[in-house]
């Protein structure tokens, strides 16, 4: 492995290099402290320093150095520096536009239905292997638009849909319920996210292991971390394909992935629960601790939207057959939770990406814990850029995914080098990442010899021999 790290490209270059080694690696930036007094920038970057250098700063100075090896820096604005430079049109918010955009994904699933239903048949395709294959693309252009629609949804638990709070929330119970999402219930779960994204003890997705729980769970003490060999692939990979398939329906039934520090939901009702499949935790009951009992009702509402799909389901199938239900919309489901899990999982998930510690955290520091990436004309046409435009949207969630581009653009300017993305390779680079992902991040912990707020800031480390490797620590300390 390359013990130097090569000089880091313009801030504004949204093209990373991403290979295997640190030395070639995403930008590395730090999230910003909302309202804390501007700190002055490091004259030192690695990208000045020697292999040498580099070599000393990685057995322990107190640099805070993320998985890549690049130095991590606090930036220097705020939040109002943030919505200040978005220019103000905008912000605004069209509900014709956005009810075009519900009818335009609506008709490419009813149209690629009808041609296939109509035309995928035994009279005009005799050969079942090819009708099999023809399926199967159906399954996954579905599951592409599927996921489109999910993602408007998704705009409309966060009221960028339309100026209409009534509109956004009916147009979201409709099309979540279709696609068996408990609107209500993942929106308020989902607001939780945003106001504590990055906080290890908060945050309500894809919060990482620590160093102590990664340990445990593998059968090891914490100071054999850093002697463990590598991860066979194929573990990574059954790792991989159990959280793509049934990731989505086991965090809505299990909250995993969120926190569990449910004992200190203010209304009590989280004592003696915990995440998984029998531990109270889901976005069903009104009694989770994920709810207060002022959500009681919305609660219920959402579980009225699954009712009544479930039933719709069950009634096709009974009707139609369970095979052709299977085909229909079961296996485009799968495909739409595939995306939902990838989706997520790499906006928070990258070697570059902090986590905070509570007494480490700040509003402004976790919506720059997360990265844009690129997803081509799937990313931003199908998918209405969601994947394209993620930094932006947990500054200022309100602005319509229409405008999100330029928006984004205009925040640049403000956040600089602490603005994060990976665009390189398109779509293929997206896919290739989850693998990447999988590989370099398998834990946190704070960066060797930090002290004080940096040491409450974690990085990802890994056991693979890839990037910076894991803090050594002795056997007394950590029994």
């Known amino acids: 492995m390359s013990s130097t790290v090569k000089p880091r490209r313009p801030a504004l270059d949204r093209t990373v290099t991403m290979d295997s080694s640190p030395s070639s690696s995403a930008n590395s930036i730090s999230a910003s402290p909302n309202q804390t007094p501007r700190q002055s920038p490091s004259s030192t970057s690695l990208s000045s320093l020697d292999s040498t250098d580099v070599l000393e700063l990685k057995k322990g100075s107190g640099k805070m150095l993320d998985t890549y090896g690049h130095e991590f820096k606090m930036p220097d604005f705020t939040i109002n520096e943030i919505r200040n430079a978005i220019p103000a049109h905008c912000y605004e918010r069209s509900a014709a536009k956005g009810l075009a955009y519900v009818a335009r994904d609506i008709s490419v699933l009813a149209a690629t239905f009808y041609v296939f239903h109509n035309f995928v048949t035994l009279e005009y395709i005799p050969s ?230 509570g007494e480490s955290w700040t509003y402004v520091r976790g919506a720059a814990a997360t990265i844009d990436r690129e997803f081509g004309f799937i990313g931003r046409t199908i998918l209405h850029g969601i994947i394209e435009t993620h930094v932006l949207h947990h500054y200022v969630s309100t602005i319509p995914f229409y405008n999100a581009d330029e928006a984004t653009e205009a925040i640049k300017k403000v956040m600089g080098e602490h603005y994060r993305s990976d665009t390189e390779g398109g779509s293929i680079g997206f896919v290739k990442s989850l693998w990447k992902s999988a590989r370099w991040c398998q834990w946190v912990e704070p960066a060797a010899g930090t002290e004080g707020e940096e040491k409450g800031v974690l990085f990802f480390r890994n056991h693979n021999g890839l990037g910076v490797p894991p803090v050594k620590v002795e056997a007394a300390k950590a029994s």
């Not at 292997?129 to 409309?156: K, M, S």
């Not at 993942?186 to 003890?201: L, N, R, Y």
């Not at 991989?240 to 992935?257: E, F, R, V």
Request: charged share 15%.
């Open 128 to 357: 079942a292997p090819i009708r099999t294959v023809l399926w199967a693309l159906y399954t996954f252009l579905q599951g592409l638009t599927g996921t489109g629609l999910w993602v408007l949804a998704h705009e409309c638990g966060h009221q960028s849909f339309s100026p209409s709070k009534t509109l956004n929330d009916t147009v979201g119970w409709i099309c979540h319920s279709s696609l068996l999402v408990p609107y209500f219930s993942w929106k308020i779960s989902h607001g939780k996210h945003h106001k504590a994204t990055g906080h290890m003890d908060r945050d309500m997705v894809f919060v990482p292991k620590t160093r102590e729980y990664f340990a445990s769970r593998m059968g090891y003490y914490v100071h054999e971390l850093s002697e463990l060999t590598e991860e066979t692939p194929i573990y990574t990979a059954l790792h991989m394909i159990g959280q793509q398939l049934i990731g989505w329906p086991y965090y809505i039934a299990a909250n995993i992935t969120g926190h569990n520090n449910h004992e200190r939901q203010p209304e009590g009702r989280g004592k003696g629960k915990k995440n998984g499949l029998f531990g109270g935790v889901n976005h069903f009951n009104p009694s989770s601790p994920l709810y207060e009992a002022k959500d009681a009702k919305l609660i219920l509402l959402s579980d009225l939207g699954l009712a009544i799909t479930a039933s719709l389901l069950f009634f096709i199938g009974n009707k139609f057959g369970w095979a052709n239900l299977t085909v229909w919309y079961l296996l485009p489901y799968l495909w739409v939770n595939h995306w939902l899990v990838a989706i997520t999982f790499l906006q928070h998930t990258d070697p570059s990406l902090p986590h905070y510690q």
